[in-house]
């Protein structure tokens, strides 16, 4: 397949539709109107600001005193425990909701109003949404972490096919039975 991606998008999905393959379509593509276009990603409302997830980081943003400086604020990730202190009050204090890389983790502050916590995931496969940040706190709506989990669905899905663009041999692609090959290049055709 040759031209942009956003023609090969279209032509491998055209395949998909020929070859019956709806149900993967479906995934990629369903309800993706309620998802926030410009930010990529489905953020979920806190006290504080709010938090969001990818297939590898999750995110947390503290809306802080405009002047607030990052002398004035302790973050600390020990383990799975995360604490946030930002000028002597407590904002979190708690079990994480997922394995994490715990030195792979982040705090910056941003035009002083901002307190960006940037945490990565030890499962970046995709297949575990957190339905919350901290165990049993700034849990996720149930609308929000169906958002969630189809969003991050949609983005391993681009992933893991990201390869599939660029091959013609849809025996490499899927490993399927001999009929259901015959069936699929007859109808690709």
């Not at 953020?43 to 995110?59: A, M, N, S």
Request: glycine share 6%; hydrophobic share 35%.
């Amino acid at each position: 397949l040759s031209g942009s991606p956003a023609l090969r998008r279209d032509n491998f999905a055209s395949r998909l539709k020929r070859a019956n393959c709806s149900f993967i379509l479906n995934l990629c593509v369903a309800d993706m109107g309620d998802f926030d276009e410009k930010s990529g990603v489905i953020d979920c409302k806190t006290p504080w600001g709010c938090w969001y997830q990818t297939l590898d980081e999750v995110v947390a943003e503290v809306n802080l005193e405009p002047g607030t400086k990052a002398k004035e604020i302790k973050c600390k990730l020990t383990g799975k425990k995360l604490t946030t202190v930002v000028r002597g009050q407590e904002l979190m204090n708690g079990i994480l909701a997922g394995n994490v890389v715990t030195d792979d983790f982040i705090w910056t502050v941003e035009d002083h109003k901002l307190l960006r916590i940037v945490i990565t995931k030890s499962d970046r496969t995709g297949r575990s949404c957190w339905p919350s940040l901290l165990e049993g706190q700034y849990q996720a709506d149930p609308v929000v972490y169906d958002n969630m989990e189809k969003k991050m669905t949609l983005e391993r899905v681009q992933r893991e096919t990201q390869g599939i663009e660029n091959t013609t041999s849809w025996e490499q692609i899927w490993k399927w039975d001999d009929a259901t090959r015959k069936a699929i290049g007859t109808k690709l055709e």
